[in-house]
DNA sequence: ACCTTCTGGTTGTACGGTCGAACCATGTCC
DNA sequence: GGACATGGTTCGACCGTACAACCAGAAGGT
């Protein structure tokens, strides 16, 4: 099949990105792929997290595309753990300004580790000089979705 | 960071696809991503069932990565909307032989239709000279998960 | 033949992530 | 200052999934 063709063909992309995710193990949200007893959402959120230092919640709700509601009880699972903190937000009364703690760093830093490994591994198989071209995709992927 | 640093990053790659799961929905898997109101498991077993014709349950199991007992179940959901049946398997008297009903069918292929246009609509959004790119990073992405 | 083990399916139970709605407090705008 | 919008929390419900127990049929060895 040439290449305009399956351009036309969009039914074949949702086959392949399908069978990635069931692959992946991403229909099973209550456990990260790497194998961690951690859901999928929360360590998209330390991820979050780790990469900014502080994060507004409904920044987090936003880019987690979750409900405020859900968030807030996301957060406040993370904190029962004692890996996040919740602070007033300086210039609004009404905002959470959401910190990890030291031991959320830590367990953010173990869960870095094992996606790590378990990234390595898939982008071991990509051959080196289409990497930076699958990134760029999935980057071009998520633009056109958020409009 | 450099391009190359970056992809070399697994992080960097995590980092992509974790955005574009969220960003296609796939973190509520009660909803298809076309806005239909089925899951995403009953969806996939449509589409399977569709391509196949008939299919043995614990294939359908198989491929779709659920639990026996969570097939079990879905089937009994798409039975119940009358679009599956089930059939003891011929050659094996434990077997379950599934096939679509003629509802069944209209139902995925109601069902690629909209995926269909789903994709049409997010291929729209990408601008046409990375188009190419992108069809060529997903296919590079499948063909490194199956190995 | 018989017993054991494996395999395909079903059912019961529990868990957990997500949403929507109701509600409150605070900010914003006319 | 009153109306409306925004950030968070809590409550209730839904639904997809896993695990375990169970049953029935197949497979293989003695």
Redesign the pocket.
């Known amino acids: 099949m040439s290449r305009d063709q399956r351009a036309d063909d969009p039914a074949a992309l949702q086959e392949a990105l399908g069978s990635f995710v069931r692959a992946f193990g991403l ?4 456990t990260t792929p790497c194998g961690r007893p ?5 360590a998209h959120a330390l991820s979050e997290l780790e990469q900014e230092g502080e994060l ?6 936003r880019r ?14 993370l904190s029962s753990r004692g890996w996040v903190e ?1 602070a007033p ?1 300086p ?7 959401l910190r990890l703690t030291p031991a959320g760093q830590r367990a953010a830093r173990n869960l870095a580790e094992a996606r790590r490994e378990r990234f390595s591994r898939l982008l071991g198989s990509i051959p080196a000089h289409e990497r930076a071209g699958v990134l760029h995709a999935l980057d071009v992927m998520v633009e056109a979705l958020d409009e």
Not at 56 to 61: C, G, I, S
Not at 91 to 97: A, N, T, Y
């Open positions: 229909h099973q949200p209550e951690i859901s999928v959402s929360e507004r919640q409904v920044e987090l709700t987690l595309r979750l409900q405020k509601s859900t968030v807030s009880r996301l957060v406040g699972q919740r937000a210039d609004d009364g009404r905002g959470v300004v």
